[in-house]
């Protein structure tokens, strides 16, 4: 049986497990939504994606980040892509892509395999 698991550089942030209301990132727990980065996990105050904003998306708006792909977990369901959260993104040549939580980690998990720019800001689904 072939192995199917992202080989990714040691401390990379490989999304481990979600649902139950968290997540499992690199060996530790998180038991709240989160942004993630390839080198780091950041708490992030959003249960719902009516509580996306630019705001909580900001330690991801500088340059020093080098994100390129934001993946946008909206929870169970994947939400409407919102033109005043691409924009500002965009200023920071950030694409968005929006998906439900499931779709992101996974996704996540292959670009992170491939070294690519990317971060994830996941709502915790049950």
Known sequence: MADMTPQVPQGRQLIQGYGGGGFRIAGEAYTSS???????????????????????????????????????????????????????????????????????????NVLLAEDRAVAAALIAVD
């Open 34 to 108: 989160v942004i993630v980065m390839p080198d780091q996990t950041l708490p992030w105050q959003v249960t719902s994606f009516d509580d996306i904003s630019i705001t909580g998306l900001a330690p991801l708006m500088h340059e020093n980040t080098g994100v390129e792909v934001l993946l946008i977990g909206c929870g169970a369901r994947m939400g409407m892509p919102r033109t005043d959260i691409r924009d500002a993104l965009k200023a920071f040549s950030i694409v968005p892509e929006w998906m439900d939580t499931g779709a992101a980690c996974r996704t996540f």
